[in-house]
């Protein structure tokens, strides 16, 4: 758990993110070769044919779109890759991803292989590796296109908007984004797919009125008195203190932004895997709102009421709250159909409303107003969803509540 922020759940493995923010599933670990993949990933038939090379996994992935990792980390413009991506979109490939390096599972796995390493020889040596293969990238790519990087940005805020250095190769744009002390990737993509935004090319084209009757139409009333907002996505925190990330993600992403964790992570000042000590978290909310062309809105505790009226509508609610295991449990029995304990002195005792108790994000999703209960997801997995609590329950146990409205 974090103390200073928000609790990790050390459920799923940590997963690296394509910065475009479609992966929230994926367990695989390739294995690395010495092959070189560079040219078979460029070519025509590729992009043309979808005549991919190699054997590719087929991940969960959002919106529809066909997303799959390959089997191999070959070596792909001079440097080994960490993880490949290829997203499919109606059967045309849109985009090859390329991880390189990612400070979170660099500090991990050198902590599990070496415990006695310190931090600051971690440092030092993440700090190299990571000179080498920005170094090593753009050299490689400057020899195949034969000229220099244009340098572009996507995004509207001072906090999330970010350079990118951009070669043109024929019909297509090799993008190196190189976040210091984060991340090192490379997606490919053809050129007239580039964008300056962040929001889908779909939400990009509405205009708000008709982006709230979207966003009305997925809210769904069941008989049993339960008022849903369906199509909110899975993202999974892993082995990292990403859930006050990852549920920001999930919440921004349903409304139409496209940033994975790990670029918001990196525009929050993320450093390493195991604290969110320094990190700007309220800072990357209302960055992520207003790349959303959204209203954000927050509170200090839960208000039952007031946030019935964002539900209703088809807005998220992210809400920062004291976590307690054993209550957890219980809320988890409850998306099952068991019923929550009565709203006794007693019951009251067990709820974890000290100062001291960890901190931890949930996504309000739902309610009911005739038992009184809240329906929320984690970012967990999708064993996480649809749980519930009590309203008086979430009102004692949060701290911060963010609501979003278009």
């Keep these: 758990m974090i103390t200073s922020y928000l609790s990790c759940s050390l459920v799923c493995l940590a997963i690296p993110q394509n910065f475009g923010g479609n992966l929230f599933g994926a367990t695989f670990e390739p294995r690395t070769i010495n092959d070189d993949f560079t040219e078979n990933l460029i070519a025509a038939s590729a992009w043309i044919n979808n005549q991919l090379p190699g054997t590719w996994k087929s991940i969960p992935s959002l919106d529809g779109d066909e997303v799959k990792i390959l089997n191999v980390n070959p ?129 990009s084209k509405l205009v708000k009125r008709e982006r709230r009757k979207e966003l009305q139409k997925n809210v769904q009333m069941q008989e049993s008195g339960d008022i849903k907002i369906n199509g909110i996505p899975m993202f999974r925190q892993g082995q990292r203190p990403y859930c006050a990330i990852s549920t920001l993600g999930m919440a921004t992403h349903y409304l139409g932004l496209r940033l994975g964790t790990d670029a918001l992570a990196a525009g929050a000042k993320f450093r390493y895997i195991d604290t969110a000590k320094g990190s700007k978290m309220l800072d990357l909310y209302r960055a992520a709102a207003e790349e959303s062309n959204a209203i954000l809105q927050r509170g200090r505790s839960f208000d039952f009421k007031r946030a019935q009226k964002y539900l209703e509508k088809g807005f998220p609610i992210v809400v920062w709250r004291r976590y307690s295991h054993e209550r957890n449990l219980l809320h988890s029995a409850a998306a099952q159909g068991a019923k929550l304990p009565e709203l006794t002195p007693k019951d009251r005792i067990a709820w974890p409303t000290a100062e001291n108790a960890p901190g931890h994000a949930s996504v309000i999703t739902g309610f009911n107003k005739e038992t009184g209960e809240v329906i929320f997801m984690e970012s967990w997995g999708e064993h996480a969803r649809n749980k519930r609590m009590r309203a008086e329950e979430l009102e004692a146990t949060s701290y911060a509540t963010f609501y979003f409205k278009i």
């Design 75 to 203: 070596i792909i413009f001079g440097q080994h890759s960490s993880s490949v991506y290829a997203n499919e979109e109606k059967g045309k490939l849109k985009s090859i991803s390329i991880l390189y390096l990612d400070s979170g599972k660099f500090f991990n796995r050198r902590k599990i292989s070496n415990e006695s390493q310190d931090i600051k020889s971690l440092k030092r040596e993440f700090k190299k590796t990571y000179d080498l293969i920005e170094s090593t990238i753009n050299k490689t790519l400057y020899k195949y296109t034969k000229s220099s990087p244009k340098e572009s940005f996507v995004g509207q805020t001072d906090f999330l908007r970010n350079a990118y250095n951009d070669y043109k190769f024929g019909e297509l744009t090799l993008r190196v984004s190189a976040k210091n002390g984060q991340n090192i990737s490379l997606i490919i993509m053809r050129s007239e797919d580039v964008s300056k935004t962040y929001l889908s090319s779909r939400t």
